[in-house]
């Protein structure tokens, strides 16, 4: 029996071919899951997931009169009845184009597929092999679809950190393809009491939200395939601004929300009316007016859950240290919420280079402790995604030092810090942007960032300052008209 790796390497190879004509990996992506998801549902057809696909619809249909000069108009003609089709299904199908002209490769395409019963092998195909199609497709950075993709070794750590509940609500306001979802369901398909959290857990629990429309299509093909949403009447999946409203309160919130603080949307807070040729969203609730999304989903993270919800947010270091807005915001989830676990990730294990970012645990509620722990691995770690990539190991520890069970059982360690609100809100600009390791490789200037990190750094200073600096222009024309 082939390893998962195996068919992933053949599916995704053909993306060469598909490359020669024009298609970006991101499209090939999107094209071949369309193929491959008509497979599969043809093969689990005889479970107990209602799939719902139309009988001229089916991988049967689509494969059995295989004929090259009418497949593509055929083709076309599925996609197109699949869009109208009620709840995930007709998301995982809106607006959908054939980009395949070549009748010839499609239909060599579809034999290929159709040459392996994917739902067969030992493994988890629904997950392995579409999650390895989506990790290939994450290393076209270039395209900008490696943003949309977190490594999965750490979100599997937040999950069993967080250990969630099987009779919890659990969203993500910017899903991407799915990866915080689908491991929340991982670790609650198994701890269901019976069948009617069973059915709470794949129709009710999960939730998500993403911008893009081709990434969200991406993200319900993949939950579908898991038997995820199949209720039309309860999406699982919307597209669109997350930020643009209050969302419905949840008990558990697990996102990574884009990196990159540039948005031609201001959120206000303040009651202010809009400047003219401002695009601006009202959220009373909010604590800081702002046009930097990642301070704004932390503010719109904090207003989903419910009093007592729990959120683990990945976060980069400018929302460590902003001034402004972001001092603001830091000093009102000190003050409002349980803001109780710092994680920092070490660099080299995103697809995009120079990402320096970390993992913020917060309760909606009041602290006891009033004190943030910090692990820090970060400092002298090495990692890269071809030749040292992270694993769940390198996670262990910071998961054992997190106590899922019972965090008033924590204790310090080389990696592991505690630090208290008195002490953090006495610090500049109450700085969260904590390390206390001794930095072994700068000890060489040889081992210093290489030059594209550094700059990449020193471009996110410049844009801060940007941003505050048309913010303080802002309030003085307003101020001189008045």
Known sequence: ???????????????????DDGLAFLDYTEQITYLLFLKMAWEQRATSIE????????????????????????YQKILKTLSEQPGLLGLIFTKPQSKINDPAKLRRLIEMIDSENWSSLDVDVKGEIY?????????????????????????????????????????????????????AFDWLKDRTKDSKEERFLRN????????????????????????????????????????????????????????????????ISDGRKAERDEISYDRSEFWATTSNKQLNFVQHVYSMLKPGGRA??????????????????????????????????????????????NVLFFDKSPSI??????????????????????????????????KPLNRKHRVEGECFRRYSYEDILKRDKANWDIFWLKNESQENTENLPRPDILASEIMALLEEAIVEFRAVEKTLKRDSSQ
């Not at 603080?261 to 959120?267: D, G, H, R, V, Y």
């Open 1 to 19: 029996m082939k390893a998962a790796s195996g068919l992933i390497q053949k599916v995704w190879s053909y993306a060469h071919v598909l490359k």
């Open 369 to 402: 402790e009033k004190n943030i722990w910090v692990y820090d691995l970060r400092t002298n770690k090495n990692f890269t995604q071809r030749r040292n990539p992270i694993d769940s190991t390198h996670l262990s520890d910071f998961v054992k030092c997190y």
């Open 51 to 74: 799939y719902g696909i139309p009988p001229n619809c089916t991988w049967e249909y689509l494969s059995g009169n295989i004929n090259t000069s009418t497949l593509t108009k055929r």
């Open 204 to 267: 009710r629990a999960l939730h998500g939200s993403e911008l893009v429309s081709s990434v969200a299509r991406l993200c319900a093909m993949n939950l579908y395939l898991h038997g995820i949403g199949a209720d039309p009447a309860r999406p699982v999946v919307s597209i669109g601004d997350s930020l643009s409203k209050k969302s419905p309160a949840v008990d558990m919130v697990l996102t990574n929300p884009p990196f990159g603080k540039k948005s031609s949307i201001t959120i």
């Open 312 to 357: 683990a947010m990945v976060i980069p270091d400018n929302v460590l240290f902003e001034a402004g807005a972001g001092e603001k915001i830091r000093r009102a989830l000190l003050q409002f919420g349980d803001v109780h676990t710092l994680l920092r990730l070490p660099t080299g294990i995103w697809y995009s280079t120079g990402v320096n970012a």
């Open 131 to 183: 999650e390895g199609l989506l990790s290939k497709n994450a290393e076209d950075v270039r395209g900008g679809a490696g943003q949309y993709f977190t490594p999965r070794p750490v979100i599997r750590a937040i999950v069993e950190a967080m250990q969630p509940a099987s009779t919890m609500k659990i969203a993500d306001p910017a899903c991407g393809t799915g990866g915080f979802l689908l491991a």
